[in-house]
């Protein structure tokens, strides 16, 4: 903390640099994976192309496309033609609808990023206030309450939740139209039902990490100085349980992310994951890879965010040594 | 007060004392042996048929002959939930299964190997890892096309990585004890040496770690079968029946909210169950105001 600005941000810059060249195999392994969930699809896809069309066809028209297309050539130049239309932004056209993966994206992707950016800030306000009342006073009856509630949201399956949530206020009390997708105000109960369920993960991880540091001696220390418990909490337990926390909320994303699915699927919401759960009813490949890369980059960027902060928070992580030389 | 030390007082003090601090083991316990009679003894203790359908009594209200209603076809939903628990409980112990049999190999070749084949292969998981574990097992399910077995292969595929982690990190660990260096100075085949040192050392604590996985497991499978990508419509698997429920949520939402209650029972008692092995194992004591 004490350390020049100076030979801070060098470090970080340091830093950044090697956490990026290290992520790099990483993403090519991924766009890998990406790549040959269609390149070993089943199926010539020039000839169920042509199925779907209904043309007659003979087999030298079929191999003459497979040369247009470059389906003649071996996987890995396929691979690496790929990758360079990728790089390009050029996802391919989707089989069923005829239209570019990159024009079906930016259709869909503005609800799911909404959704879970809503979701993400207010699981993260919700879990840090549960977690944090359930680990400072175990033995009061509010936190008895609110750990058997957490305990139950855990456990809860999104959808039924979603469900409850929609017989509830949509069909009981008429707050919320059933199944429409047309206002802002739309998108509450998916992102209460999202975020319930995730923010109950995360403050059990909080109380995790709570728990662990006021066990720790130096805590003794400060109570037995006489530090008031807001210095303590303030002080000592939010700085050294932010750390490992940043990561989880980090690794939390994917979760986030994927859960997504289910919510969009039962609010109705057009959103990427309606669109890849149609895409895999169509077998509609092109739109499965281009979500699958997408949300993989995503989560990717997230770790690298929360790795960056890690950095940034905690001085010891940056020379590279955990402390004990 | 007087010192009374009947029989009765002491049943309860000793009943307490039994409970005090064991209580969500014990009812995560209760509910999970529960499940697991009905897994064995679902078909028998059913009220009625499970795919028998009742087309004068659908969607009906709770009675003496369906004591939860009917569905929309008119089979008794307490029996299709009853006959299902085998199928919903084994899916997921199958994927759990499929998980080890993936994770136990990798995890024990890096770990044995070391050098460059510990590298690839710590390499290969930390790419599946990058991925959301949802999305990249809708991906799999997607290039298989949708059924229960690609639901398992997509989960199990997604699900793999952070346990051949652990199993890497347990068996370091267990390779290095004295006496499998000893073992190894004797010549013993590797092969006998992971058998009888080192399986036994690293199977119990990755058996723990994969029962208090199979809440999470539950919970996805039925999430892939409830969007129709895991057990298909006549299979009584929970999931499903609230998929094949959800036209019918506006009309009687009992329907959908009975099979949701019993995925939620399910879940919540092997999380019960972990927290309370999780509670015995803590010997910390943080500081409370």
């Known amino acids: ?325 | 007060m007087a010192y009374v030390d009947t029989t009765s007082s002491l049943l309860i003090s000793r009943g307490t004392k039994l409970i005090k601090g064991r209580t969500s083991f014990l009812l995560g316990g209760f509910f999970l042996s529960v499940f697991i009679v009905l897994a064995i003894g679902g078909e028998a203790l059913a009220p009625n048929s499970p795919n028998q359908i009742d087309l004068l009594h659908r969607l009906s209200a709770p009675s003496l002959t369906y004591p939860l209603g009917t569905d929309h076809l008119g089979r008794c939903i307490l029996s299709r939930l009853m006959v299902g628990t085998s199928l919903s409980l084994g899916t997921a112990l199958a994927t759990a299964g499929l998980i080890l049999a993936i994770a136990l190999p990798v995890g024990l070749l890096a770990a044995l190997c070391k050098g460059w084949v510990d590298a690839v292969l710590m390499r290969v998981a930390d790419i599946f890892l990058a991925f959301p574990m949802l999305v990249f097992a809708l991906a799999i399910i997607g290039y298989l096309g949708a059924s229960l077995t690609s639901a398992v292969v997509g989960v199990a595929l997604a699900w793999w990585p952070s346990l051949a982690r652990l199993v890497r990190t347990l068996t370091l660990d267990a390779a290095s004890k004295q006496y499998v260096l000893a073992s190894r100075q004797c010549g013993l085949k590797p092969l006998t040496i992971i058998r009888r040192h080192i399986l036994p050392q690293i199977l119990p604590p990755l058996l723990v770690v994969l029962s208090l996985e199979m809440a999470g497991l539950l919970l996805v499978l039925s999430s892939l079968s409830f969007l129709g990508l895991g057990a298909q419509p006549p299979a009584a698997e929970w999931g499903a029946m609230l998929n094949e429920a959800r036209p019918f949520f506006a009309e009687r939402p009992s329907v959908v909210l009975a099979p949701g209650l019993v995925i939620t029972l399910a879940v919540l008692s092997f999380n019960l169950v972990g927290e309370g092995i999780r509670n015995q194992l803590d010997k910390r004591k943080p500081y409370q105001w």
């Not at chain 1, 269609?38 to 779907?52: F, N, Q, S, Y």
């Not at chain 1, 059990?204 to 909490?233: F, H, N, P, Q």
């Not at chain 1, 699927?265 to 499965?288: H, K, V, W, Y």
């Not at chain 1, 990717?300 to 590279?320: C, E, R, S």
């Open chain 1, 1 to 325: 903390m004490i350390c020049a600005p100076f030979t801070k941000d060098k470090q970080m810059k340091q830093f950044v640099f090697t956490r990026t060249f290290s992520g790099i195999p990483t993403l090519f392994g991924m766009t890998l994976i990406g790549f040959l969930i269609i390149g070993l699809t089943p199926g010539d896809p020039i000839e169920m192309e042509l199925r779907r069309l209904g043309v007659a066809f003979s087999a030298e028209q079929v191999e003459a496309l497979r040369v247009e297309y470059g389906l003649n050539k071996p996987l890995i130049q396929r691979y690496f033609l790929w990758l360079f239309d990728l790089f390009r932004l050029d996802l391919g056209t989707s089989i069923a609808s005829g239209r570019p993966v990159l024009e079906l994206f930016k259709e869909h992707l503005p609800i799911t990023a909404t959704l879970s950016v809503l979701a993400f800030m207010s699981s993260l306000a919700l879990s840090l206030g549960l977690g944090g009342v359930t680990a400072v006073s175990q033995r009061t009856s509010l936190s008895t309450g609110l750990y058997v509630l957490t305990m139950f949201l855990v456990s809860v399956p999104s959808f039924w939740l979603a469900l409850f949530l929609l017989a509830v206020f949509a069909l009981g009390l008429g707050w919320f139209k059933l199944l429409q997708f047309g206002n802002p105000q739309d998108l509450i109960l998916p992102t209460i039902t999202l975020s319930l369920g995730h923010s109950a993960v995360m403050s059990r991880l909080v109380r995790e990490r709570i728990i662990a540091v006021m066990s720790e001696d130096y805590i003794r220390l400060a109570i037995a100085k006489g530090l008031t418990r807001r210095a303590i909490l303030g002080r000592h337990v939010f700085k050294s349980i932010l750390p490992p926390l940043i990561t989880n909320w980090a690794i939390s994303f994917g979760s986030l992310l994927g859960g997504s699915v289910i919510v969009e699927n039962i609010f109705n919401l057009p959103g990427l994951g309606q669109m890849a759960l149609q895409a895999i009813a169509e077998r509609d490949f092109a739109i499965l890879q281009a979500y699958l890369l997408f949300m993989g980059l995503v989560f990717f960027l997230a770790n690298f965010v929360a790795d960056l902060m890690n950095h940034w928070l905690t001085p010891q992580i940056k020379k590279g040594d955990n402390g004990l030389r």
